[in-house]
């Protein structure tokens, strides 16, 4: 467990010391603040309502999930991976005394924490906008909710992020890896449009899942549907992506 904590705190700090980690705060920030001026200038322009302090942060979040925090996500996991097979930094870490398992490990709850903490701070920060413009409408519920929502949010996205290590355990380029996955997020985005039948078995549909939870009559059997499908794309990527990381020469 040692060897595990000390191989965790090692990815953490790599990737706090990232430039692409201060540059998706800097671009959600960013999302953030259009968004509230969308809300605002659509309410003075059109004189409709738009969205009440805890409306917006759940507002943001469906947009982002399906949009940006993919997108992220996809970088900091090739970037763990891929990155370090081509720069021949993973041939350092792994002459420590660390098993491969637990460096695997290490790096995707490294990828996990990174997803998390910034699900947090759009959340904090769509929060703050929307109390700024709109403090008369928040209550507790409401914003356990909100907060439910944001941190739910984790399990799809960690499952894509488990999806992207297993192309960049396949694919030796990170540029490929990066286009690979663009493409096939869109492809399965497009078969679950065209088979509308077959979307709720789809990896990309599990992204909307926090809006289960919003519902006033909570549907446990499609929780725990979704719950069952996450797990399972999860381990079989975790898996496959594990196996071709351990039979790896470098």
């Not at 706090?16 to 959600?28: E, N, P, W």
């Not at 982002?64 to 993973?90: K, Q, R, W, Y």
């Not at 540029?175 to 679950?192: N, P, W």
């Not at 996450?230 to 990527?237: I, Q, S």
């Amino acid at each position: 467990m040692a060897a595990f904590k000390a191989a965790l705190i090692n990815e953490i700090e790599k990737l706090c010391k990232k430039k692409k980690a201060l540059a998706i705060v800097i671009i959600s920030l960013a999302v953030i603040v259009i968004g509230q001026l969308v809300v605002v200038g659509v309410r003075n322009g059109f004189g409709v309502r738009g969205t009440g302090s805890l409306e917006f942060p759940v507002l943001v979040l469906s947009v982002v999930v399906n949009t940006i925090l993919p997108l992220f996500t996809a970088l900091i996991a090739i970037d763990c991976f891929s990155g370090e097979f081509s720069h021949n930094l993973m041939r350092v870490t792994l002459t420590r005394p660390v098993s491969r398992l637990k460096i695997y490990s290490a790096k995707m709850t490294a990828i996990a924490v990174f997803i998390l903490a910034n699900l947090l701070i759009l959340m904090v920060l769509s929060m703050l906008a929307g109390f700024l413009f709109n403090a008369n409408s928040a209550s507790l519920a409401s914003f356990g909710r909100t907060a439910l929502a944001y941190v739910i949010s984790l399990f799809p996205l960690l499952t894509l992020a488990l999806g992207v290590v297993l192309l960049a355990n396949i694919f030796k380029s990170g540029t490929s890896v990066f286009f690979i996955a663009i493409i096939a997020f869109l492809a399965i985005k497009a078969f679950g449009i065209f088979f509308s039948q077959y979307s709720s078995l789809l990896i990309t549909s599990q992204l909307d899942w926090y809006s289960l939870w919003l519902s006033h009559s909570i549907s446990l059997s499609k929780i725990g549907r979704d719950i069952g499908l996450m797990l399972g794309y999860a381990l079989m990527f975790f898996t496959a992506g594990f196996y071709l990381f351990d039979k790896k020469e470098f």
